[in-house]
Structures are given as structure tokens and as C-alpha cells.
């Protein structure tokens, strides 16, 4: 069998490290499904149209290639904003689903995270981790995760952006985020990263031996 894994999560959850930690170990291709979004809203401000214009945004998001995105770009603040935004126009979302299946079905396996894999794309995944952790500490992350990248960082107004974003996810009508049934919770709220990677490692283990 093939290594599929499906990882879901909020905001700043830490779902993307553990994802690219869990590629590494398993020696598997990872897709950020985020990037998707982010890259979408990124063409759109590129050429000066409105987040909420469907067609444009259909049109920028079916010319995506999973592989050529700038992560320096399209990782920041305002960004991933905007990627909300997007992602929450069912057209936006439908034309981004083929090329998703496609990297789930690769033969040697996939590990992709985002908001609706384990419930929308891959709904038959054989492991389903949902990440999370409160909204304080992963504001925090945030903010260490902007600092790094010369950004200037306002605590207040992250927390507040990871409560509008939960909100927005949550609440939208296409593929909002929430647990499949048959996904395992981690939270990740008092544990590093090599803490929240063995626990993924034994939800791996335990879903293998079914
Ligand atoms: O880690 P963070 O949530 O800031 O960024 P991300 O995972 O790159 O997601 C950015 C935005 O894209 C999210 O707030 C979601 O609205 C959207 N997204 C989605 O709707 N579905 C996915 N599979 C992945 C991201």
C-alpha cells in the first residue's frame, strides 16, 4: 500500500512543519494545499482584480502548476488573508480539486495538509490527522514565524487574525474546515515540534496496523 496521509488543521496549527517533517521521514512528495489558495490570490493582486471576481479567479487558479510557487511571497501575512478569501468561492475550490487528486494518487505516495483533505479530497485516506492547538499559541508561532522573515509583528492583531480566519474557515459553505469522522486529533498546544512529530509517528503506526 501506498503512503497516503491527510493532514487538516487551522491557522498557524502547525500542520505544514509536521507535514514536511513526516515527508522527510517516509521519503515522500508533501503538497501545501495552501499554497494553492495563497498562489490564486497572489495572481489575482498581480493583475489588479478583486478578490471576489469568480471568473478571473477560476481562470488564475485552473493555470496553476503545483511545483513553480515563490514560498517567499506567498507565505506572508497579507496573503494568507487573501488566500481565505478565495478559497472560500466554491468555483475557486472545484477548479483546484483534480490537480489535488492527482499529487493524493502518486504511486509513491503523498502527504498533503490544508483545511479539507481528509473530509473533501481524499476522503478514503488511510491516516487522517487533524492538527491544532489554542489560538493563543499558535499566534505566537505566527509571530515567531514572521519575525523570521523580517516582519514586523503586532501580537494583538495576529491573534485576532487567526480568530477572523477560523471564523471564515469554519463557517463558509464549500468544504468548510472541520475533523472527518475518522481523523485522529492532535493538539499541538504544549508540545515542540519533535514532541508533536512522535505523536504523529505513533498515530501512523497505529492506523498502519489496522
Ligand atoms: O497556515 P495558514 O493557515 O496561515 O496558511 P495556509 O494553510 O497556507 O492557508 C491559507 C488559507 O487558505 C486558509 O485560511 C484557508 O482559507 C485556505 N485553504 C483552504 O481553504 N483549503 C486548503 N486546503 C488550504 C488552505
Known amino acids: 500500500m501506498s503512503m497516503l496521509i491527510a493532514i487538516d488543521g487551522p491557522a498557524a496549527s502547525g500542520k505544514g512543519t509536521l507535514a514536511r517533517r513526516l515527508a522527510r ?42 511545483t513553480d510557487f515563490d514560498d ?31 499529487f493524493a494518487s502518486r504511486p509513491e505516495g503523498a502527504i498533503i495538509d490544508g483545511r479539507d483533505i481528509g473530509t473533501v479530497i481524499c476522503p478514503d485516506a488511510p491516516v487522517k490527522i487533524f492538527v491544532t492547538a489554542s489560538p493563543e499559541t499558535r499566534a505566537q508561532r505566527r509571530a515567531l514565524e514572521l519575525a523570521g522573515r523580517g516582519e514586523k509583528v503586532d501580537f494583538a492583531a495576529l491573534l485576532a487574525d487567526i480568530s477572523k480566519r477560523d471564523e471564515r474557515d469554519s463557517s463558509r459553505s464549500s468544504a468548510p ?34
Not at 79 to 92: K, T
Not at 182 to 195: P, Q, R, S, V
Open 25 to 66: 521521514h517516509f521519503n515522500v512528495p508533501h503538497l501545501d494545499t495552501g499554497l494553492l489558495y495563497r498562489a490564486t490570490a497572489a495572481g489575482l493582486l498581480q493583475q489588479g482584480v478583486r478578490l471576489d471576481d469568480v471568473e478571473r479567479a477560476v481562470a488564475v487558479a485552473r493555470g496553476l502548476a503545483l
Open 72 to 102: 517567499d511571497q506567498l507565505r506572508g501575512r497579507e496573503m494568507g488573508e487573501a488566500a481565505s478569501i478565495v478559497a472560500a468561492i466554491p468555483e475557486v475550490r472545484a477548479a483546484l480539486i483534480d490537480a489535488q487528486r492527482r
Open 177 to 210: 474546515l472541520k475533523v472527518a469522522p475518522d481523523a485522529i486529533t492532535l493538539d499541538t498546544t504544549a508540545l515542540g515540534i519533535e514532541e508533536a512529530f512522535a505523536a504523529a509517528l505513533q498515530i501512523v503506526s497505529g492506523r498502519a496496523a489496522r
